[in-house]
T-cell receptor, first 112, second 113 residues
Framework: DADVTQTPRNRITKTGKRIMLECSQT?????MYWYRQDPGLGLRLIYY???????NKGEISDGYSVSRQAQAKFSLSLESAIPNQTALYFC???????????FGSGTRLTVV | QKEVEQNSGPLSVPEGAIASLNCTYS??????FFWYRQYSGKSPELIMS????GDKEDGRFTAQLNKASQYVSLLIRDSQPSDSATYLC?????????????FGTGTLLAVQP
């Protein structure tokens, strides 16, 4: 089983719909992150969390919300999806400062 | 100025050659640097980390860090077609205050058989 699991892998949704992307991990890491990746723009940080009670906005949090349900689970929600939220979304976890990230396999989201 | 900058490429090298990938960063307080490899449609995979000035070697990969000049590079020796991917440079900007990585936009490497 993968260390960091994202569901769904692919999703097509309509403008205005609410959608949740889920991430779970078995690595025991406290730090979890949500990034989106767009061609030419690279990976951009949406939200991050250092523990269940600690949630922080990243550089592009508008239009998104998150929930850290447990140490192992970190969900990203799009309250009212819009087409420019079409992107590849990655969840990542980290043990700490010097260890880098472990990424999930990604969710390809298309908003039509 | 972007916080972490990379040439988008594509960088094309013949099989067996050395591929040299470069990255510059804006924050002199940055302490940790990482190279990720990403195949098309897949997730980034960590291949090298470096924290001190100088070179760090792991197999065919060598990471180089020069904090005075604020650049990081990755050398891939004996390049193989399977090395064809996008290489992402990442830095832990802000030093010890946070643990969030800022990524460059990546350099596409194409190794020609």
């Amino acid at each position: 089983d993968a260390d960091v699991t994202q569901t769904p892998r692919n999703r097509i949704t309509k403008t205005g719909k609410r959608i949740m992307l889920e991430c779970s991990q078995t690595k025991g890491h406290d730090r979890m992150y949500w990034y989106r990746q767009d061609p030419g723009l690279g990976l951009r940080l949406i939200y991050y969390s250092f523990d269940v009670k600690d949630i922080n906005k990243g550089e592009i949090s508008d239009g998104y919300s998150v929930s850290r349900q447990a140490q192992a689970k970190f969900s990203l929600s799009l309250e009212s999806a819009i087409p420019n939220q079409t992107a590849l979304y990655f969840c990542a976890t980290s043990l700490g400062l010097d260890y880098g990230y472990t990424f999930g396999s990604g969710t390809r989201l298309t908003v039509v | 100025q972007k916080e972490v900058e990379q040439n988008s490429g594509p960088l094309s090298v013949p099989e067996g050659a050395i591929a040299s990938l470069n990255c510059t960063y804006s924050d002199r307080g940055s302490q940790s640097f990482f190279w990720y490899r990403q195949y098309s449609g897949k997730s980034p995979e960590l291949i090298m980390s470096i924290y001190s000035n100088g070179d760090k070697e792991d197999g065919r990969f060598t990471a180089q860090l020069n904090k005075a000049s604020q650049y990081v590079s990755l050398l891939i020796r004996d390049s193989q077609p399977s090395d064809s991917a996008t290489y992402l440079c990442a830095a832990n900007l802000g030093g010890g205050a946070t643990n969030k990585l800022i990524f460059g936009t990546g350099t596409l490497l194409a190794v020609q058989p």
